[in-house]
């Protein structure tokens, strides 16, 4: 199951660590330009990191070693995501027959230590911001998981390599309708997943109106650290399986390869920058709706699948 | 001796664990321990003979006569009988240990001796059950468990409630047991004994009315949903360790008899297949559902369980779909998905109903809205429950996720199947999986976070202690074994092998094709180890490092946006937890809202409530039942109580009887 521990293995563990906090940064500096600001720079999310990391954290008297473990268990299993997926032409340093579920139930643990870290200090907005990860995270993983079916069938694979990897390339030519379907749902997933707009503002103000914010608004120092790298490196992930659904394409060189792979993930970051520009938030009751609109076209891109003879 | 004689031993321990304390003074502890002392050991025995069968193979059956003319008991222990024994007997006998501090003899006097006497019959009875190699000695131990679980349902018959919850049971039971007679009377007529054997064919009328009886009147034990109505009654009416042993292991029993009658057909048409795979994801997604709205923490355990025989039935459909469609690999990983899921959520609700048991005997209410803040002093309760729960929600890296991880493999497998297959049909049960993995962890979020975190919401929170170890031992027993599942899948592969070739064993063809094939090959269980031990390994550097990094920390009120007298009532309660899933399934959920109007200026304190009833009871059973007692009703006026009116009827009948010419005579 493991590579030999090559290059790309270490290079895609690298990758992984340090480059996902510039995408929050190429968003930023994205929406900045939008609105005719300059914007914060590029790398304030490393500045962000490193002073928080500095810290000290203040506790509720009311948490218990569970709010202090949500954080670290987020962390964790965002890394154990990461592992899975591949970059690019590289294949994931972690694979075998039916990663693709454990991928989406890593994910799950996290979120389920995250809300109960929200709930653990009593506050009525964290609550109301678990409530809604719950809510929206029920709608989110049937879209996740009926994308994967399209993809599995075309790969004949369970295993994330395969499924993300060359067989998306064969894909686009016998069966573009289907995938195509498949990236716009999953381009939904990946902003209900990462709170951005038009689902979950993440500099809006006002607590009543937040998702995934409210539930952190109690952690501080080096726990909300934590918090904000374990975010970008899911955002990473979920930024890494569109680039390799939409882009399959292999130059040969795998120096080249790299380069491609990271630009893309830079446009998609991008993309989630135009998008939160140019986009008012939903209505907090308009996004279920949203949700199973994004199922039901995902349940569509299956049948449509199963029909090609 | 072998393991027949050394099981059936136990058997008799258990079933006579509680004559000591019949026969002792009503006050006294001794006979609740001796009657605990003598259950365990027969448990001990029992799990000594399962163990002697998985190492030395089978042995030959034992017969004796039986009262029906010409047909013998039979027991016969084969690999699926012993999958299903290792559950009933580790769970009866901690529930013994743990009733010894949650239900002690001396305050309950007169209904503890009750207790100590039906658990031990009930475990023996679920022991021949499943031992049982035919139909008779099968309803024997069906019809001894289902009567002593009716008496362990009202051991607080003084409340009016449990009357009803146990009077629905058994109404709901004895469907069960009616058509469990229908089944084996079809196989008779098909087979001429009532010994388990392969059926002459699938096709005739009496194969279809076996499957359907199964699927739909023994599934009523199982508690699959349409036919679920008695289970959430019951699971809550009963002590916690009583409540365990039914969600644990007791509807594991229907799920038994669905497998045993699965595995007589020679071959299975792919609709029954979809037909099942249909159901148990129903029963999944609407069993969770339902658990969303309940505010009584053993209610809401109880939906779950509804939850996790659907995924277990789910399992069961792969299979069929397999055996259907001549797929070996999906027969073994469905058929072993659902069997493991069998062992788990043993292994996790009975943890759970435990933990809730904790809690209600130090809380007194199962209300969940009173609870808050008990994780601070019930640390060890605390952290049992919150493994159970994340085992429950099928999340690595526990035992849930290696069952759930093994029908999905499956019905991806269905996908990728042959062009135009209808068993393609079979994968849309993946994302009906992923929602009730997403409801489910929504669920025990908010029991977990409603009971155990926060601030107390009423003042008898202040006063909960720990439970003694008699309670929390079991629990901590459980909790390790969901993580030893969950962390080495593999150790158990060879018992699914051969549970799952016997299943198979019917159908000739496929038989030598999944005995070719082996778990371990087929599913990746030593990468869940390794991914297992990945982020344990992470979780601990992580630990460490916020520990080192964390500097004096004051401590402070939770920020709540600046306001700083933050009560506990301000907190986020089950049902406001809950309010928009329970509004996303309100079509089947059919929530009772109580919404005061305000329209004036100042208006005085207002109350708002939502209430999760069984929809299928309140809105189908119960007219139902109404309709019948209306119509049966209308015979009262036949019945006047005067012997000279019954004379008449006598003698109109006999007039009757004079005039009446048959035809052709």
């Known amino acids: 199951m493991f590579d030999s521990l090559s290059i790309h293995s270490v290079l895609h563990v690298l990758t992984v660590l340090l480059f996902p906090p510039l995408l929050l940064g190429v968003i930023n500096r994205t929406k900045a330009m939008f609105g005719g600001r300059r914007g914060r720079p590029l790398l304030q999310t490393y500045f962000d990191l490193a002073k928080l990391l500095r810290k000290e954290s203040v506790f509720s008297e009311t948490t218990t070693w569970v709010f202090r473990f949500g954080p670290v268990v987020g962390l964790a299993t965002a890394l154990v995501a990461a592992m899975v997926v591949p970059l690019g032409h590289a294949s994931a340093p972690l694979a075998f027959n039916g990663d693709v579920i454990l991928f989406a139930y890593v994910l799950s643990l996290g979120r389920f230590f995250t809300m109960t870290a929200a709930l653990d200090t009593g506050s009525a907005f964290e609550g109301m911001g678990a409530a809604r990860e719950a809510t929206f995270a029920c709608l989110a993983e049937p879209v996740l998981f009926l994308g994967l079916l399209v993809l599995s069938r075309i790969s004949s694979s369970l295993e994330m390599n395969a499924l993300l990897g060359d067989a998306v390339a064969r894909g686009w030519h016998a069966s573009a309708a289907p995938l195509l379907l498949v990236a716009v749902c999953w381009f939904v997933v990946l902003l209900v997943e990462n709170c951005r707009i038009p689902f979950d503002d993440p500099n809006t103000h006002l607590e009543l109106t937040m998702i995934h914010e409210v539930m952190v608004l109690d952690h501080s120092g080096p726990a909300f650290g934590m918090i904000i790298y374990g975010a970008a490196i899911k955002l990473f992930v979920f930024v890494a399986m569109i680039v390799n659904l939409v882009l399959p394409f292999r130059t040969g060189n795998s120096l080249l390869d790299w380069i491609v792979f990271l630009l893309g993930t830079l446009f998609v970051a991008v993309l989630v920058g135009t998008v939160e520009s140019v986009m008012a938030r939903l209505k907090m009751a308009e996004i279920p709706k949203l949700l199973i609109g994004a199922g039901v076209v995902s349940l569509f891109a299956v049948i449509l699948l199963l029909s090609y003879p | ?35 605990a002392l003598m259950n365990v050991a027969g448990c001990g025995l029992g799990l000594a003979a399962v163990w002697m069968f998985f190492v030395d193979g089978p042995a030959a059956p034992l017969s004796c006569p039986s009262p029906v003319p010409g047909s013998d008991f039979i027991v016969a222990m084969d690999g699926l009988s012993a999958f299903f024994l290792a559950p009933v007997l580790l769970v009866c006998g901690l529930a013994s240990i743990y009733g010894l501090q949650y239900w002690p003899q001396r305050e309950g006097a007169a209904n503890a001796r009750r207790v100590s006497f039906f658990l031990g019959l009930m475990t023996a009875a679920m022991v021949v059950l ?66 388990y054997s392969t059926l002459p064919d699938s096709t005739s009328a009496a194969a279809v009315g076996m499957a359907a009886l199964a699927l739909f009147g023994i599934g009523t034990k199982a508690g699959l949903m349409p036919v679920h109505v008695w289970l959430p009654g019951a699971h809550a009416a009963a002590p916690s360790h009583v409540s365990a042993i039914m969600s644990g292991v007791m509807i594991k029993m229907g799920v038994y008899g669905i497998f045993r009658v699965a595995s007589f057909f020679p071959e299975i048409p792919l609709s029954w297949g979809l037909l099942t795979l249909a159901v148990g994801t129903i029963s999944a997604v609407l069993g969770v559902a339902f658990a969303i709205g309940q505010h009584d923490i053993k209610r809401l355990l109880a939906y779950h369980s509804i939850e996790n025989i659907g995924i277990i039935v789910m399992g069961l459909g792969l299979a069929l779909v397999g055996r259907a469609t001549g797929h070996a690999e999906w027969v073994l990983l469905g058929i072993c998905g659902g069997l493991l899921h069998v062992w788990n959520h043993a292994l996790f609700k009975s943890l759970l109903f435990f933990g809730a048991g904790s809690v209600i005997h130090s809380m007194g209410t199962r209300d969940l809205d009173v609870m808050g803040g008990l994780g601070r002093r019930m640390p060890t309760t605390a ?33 990728q199947a042959d062009k135009s297959s209808m068993a393609s049909a079979a994968a849309f049960a993946a994302p009906g999986l992923a929602l009730v993995g997403a409801l489910a962890a929504a669920c025990f979020v908010k029991v977990y976070g409603i009971v155990f975190l926060g601030a107390g919401r009423s003042e008898r929170t202040a006063r909960v202690h720990e439970s003694g170890p008699a309670m929390t031992g079991p629990m901590i027993l459980l909790a390790g074994c969901c993580a030893l599942i969950g962390v080495a899948p593999v150790l158990f592969a060879p018992a699914l092998d051969q549970a799952a070739s016997t299943w ?46 964390v500097r004096t920390s004051p401590k402070s009120l939770t920020w709540d946006c600046g306001y700083a007298a933050p009560s506990a009532r301000m907190q986020y309660s089950s049902s406001s937890f809950a309010q928009w899933l329970v509004g996303l399934f309100g079509w089947a959920l059919r929530p009772r809202i109580h919404l005061p109007k305000i329209d004036t200026l100042f208006p005085a304190d207002v109350d708002f409530e939502s209430h999760v009833d069984d929809t299928v009871l309140q809105r189908a059973v119960n007219p139902a039942t109404r309709f019948f007692m209306w119509l049966f009703g209308l015979s009262r006026h036949l019945q006047q109580g005067s012997l000279q009116v019954y004379l008449l009827y006598i003698l109109l009948i006999v007039v009757g009887l004079l005039l009446w010419k048959p035809a052709g005579s």
Not at chain 2, 135 to 151: D, N
Not at chain 2, 162 to 183: E, M, N, P
């Open chain 2, 130 to 195: 499943v031992v049982a190699g035919d139909g008779l000695l099968f309803l024997f131990g069906w019809e001894t468990m289902a009567v002593s679980a009716m008496f362990l349902v009202a051991t607080e018959d003084q409340l009016a409630e449990t009357r009803r919850a146990a009077w629905l049971y058994i109404a709901a039971s004895h469907l069960a047991t009616l058509s469990a007679f229908g089944v084996f009377a079809l196989l008779y007529s098909q087979t001429g004994s009532f010994t």
């Open chain 2, 383 to 415: 952290t049992c429950f919150l493994i159970g729960a994340v085992a429950i929600c099928g999340l690595p890296p526990l035992n849930g996720f290696v069952s759930e991880l093994l029908i999905y493999l499956g019905l991806f497998g269905a996908i």
């Open chain 2, 504 to 549: 198979v064993a019917a159908d000739a063809g496929l038989n030598a094709r999944v005995a070719e094939l082996s778990l371990s090959t087929l599913a990746p269980l030593v990468p869940v180890s390794i991914v297992a031990g990945i982020l344990f390994a992470l979780l601990a550097v992580g630990t460490i490092v916020l520990l080192r990094r």
């Open chain 2, 1 to 35: 001796m072998d393991c027949h004689t050394l099981i059936l031993t136990g058997a008799a321990l258990s079933a006579l664990s509680g004559w000591p304390a019949v026969a002792l003074p009503a006050r006294s502890s001794t006979g609740q321990s001796l009657a």
